[in-house]
């Protein structure tokens, strides 16, 4: 990622500076593509948000994880900002500032997942999340993806087994679902595999 690079690069200018054998006029440049780059990425991370939003709203609540909603509210840091922390960012060696130290908020109920979930929710989140991308990527004229679920139906309820299996027939996208014993599954599959050790074959 060129943002990424770019990050690397004023970061390590920052410490040849404070250490004495570099000077400012060397890492201005980089500050000035840490600005541009953070900007495009802020930009497309709020579109990225905006394009998947609805659709994991939508997987959330079928998954009955009420109030799903993402939510990303970083602001790219200006040229003039990173040059007015110059001196924190010396002290310290490193970019304080920008979209490596932002994150896409993950809420149910108006609840940060991360830090008020359950360990239940955070995983019907990820399942959303997974889903909400899938829609994403047929919207957008990829074709279907191929998605692999191993083992989550376990730590499902069988309402929302069935729910999740709904919407994988709606989505279109080839999947393979792995787990423990052909019970767990909420209905017939299209195809089952059983595997043994050394030995993969189709079901009777």
Do not use: C
Not at 138 to 147: A, D, F, H, M
Not at 150 to 170: A, F, I, K, Q, W
């Amino acid at each position: 990622m060129e943002y990424a690079a770019a990050l690397a690069q004023r970061n390590g200018g920052l410490r040849r500076l404070g250490a004495g054998y570099s000077s400012r006029e060397a890492l201005e440049p980089w500050t000035e593509r840490v600005a541009e780059l953070g900007k495009r990425l802020v930009d497309a991370r709020r579109e990225l948000v905006t394009l998947v939003s609805s659709s994991y709203a939508a997987a959330a609540a079928d998954l009955r994880l009420e109030g799903g909603e993402l939510r990303y509210e970083g602001a790219a840091a200006s040229w003039d900002e990173l040059e007015r922390r110059l001196e924190q960012d010396l002290a310290r060696g490193s970019t304080g500032l920008g979209p490596h130290l932002h994150d896409v908020a993950v809420l149910a109920g108006g609840r940060d997942l991360r830090s008020f979930g359950s360990q239940g929710e955070q995983r019907l989140a990820v399942l959303a999340l997974l889903l909400a991308e899938a829609d994403l990527l047929i919207q957008r004229g990829n074709g279907p993806p191929l998605l692999l679920f191993d083992d989550v139906l376990s730590e499902l309820d069988p309402d929302r087994r069935g729910s999740l299996v709904e919407r994988l027939r709606r989505v279109g996208a080839q999947t393979l679902v792995t787990a423990t014993a052909a019970s767990a599954l909420p209905g017939a599959p299209d195809e089952l595999i059983e595997v043994r050790p050394g030995q993969a074959r189709r079901a009777a």
